[in-house]
């Protein structure tokens, strides 16, 4: 639950009891039928905003040693996945990856589905693809406008070339034993 769910939930109740009590939270009363005015403060220009279901989550790329827990995005990676956090529990997920300009002809590279666990949160496998400029789609039940989308860069550094043997020399033979002149030498220990 975000902390603006909790507000919300929060301000509901205290809502309803204070109404059950013959209070409102608005400055006057309301008229027979109205809703209580309910003023909420937070960081969207003194509105919270909540998220309508299906758009409260985020999107993130990850290199591959990033812990799936951290919700900073990677926009260059080598292997990377991708990770969800804060959409509705169980939500189904449909994502494609497209080549993107500069370096990129708006080709989908790859694509894949993924169903999130019960917190909104879940995550590919590895992948890899050739270095360049990509663009995530992130398309999802309950979607409400276009898919969330991420762009990134994949640059993997060039193998470090392995060395290749000289050209072979043909193997030199054993020089052959002295040969003793006048006969056999003596043993010696």
């Known amino acids: 639950m975000t902390i603006v769910q909790w507000r919300a939930n929060l301000t509901i109740l205290a809502g309803v009891a204070l109404t059950a009590a013959g209070l409102t ?3 006057a009363a309301p008229s027979a039928g109205a809703q209580p005015v309910v003023h ?38 080598c292997i990377f996945y991708l990770d969800a956090f804060g959409f509705d529990p169980g939500q189904s997920v449909s994502w494609r990856i497209k080549s993107w300009p500069p370096a990129g002809d708006r080709a989908v590279v ?21 270095n360049g400029h990509y663009k995530l789609f992130w398309n ?17 550094a060039a193998p470090a070339p392995t060395p290749s043997p000289g050209p072979s020399s043909p193997p030199v033979p054993p020089a052959p034993a002295p040969t003793p002149v006048g006969g056999t030498l003596p043993v010696t220990g």
């Open 40 to 77: 909420h403060h937070g960081h969207h220009g003194g509105k919270a905003r909540a998220a309508r279901n299906g758009d409260n989550g985020t999107i993130k790329i990850h290199g591959s040693t990033t812990p799936v827990t951290d919700r900073r995005n990677e926009p260059h990676v």
């Open 25 to 27: 939270l608005a400055s």
């Open 110 to 130: 790859t694509s894949g589905a993924l169903v999130l666990r019960s917190n909104g949160a879940g995550h590919t496998g590895d992948m890899t693809l050739p």
């Open 140 to 156: 999802f039940a309950g979607e409400h406008g276009s898919a969330k989308q991420k762009v990134f860069w994949v640059a993997c």
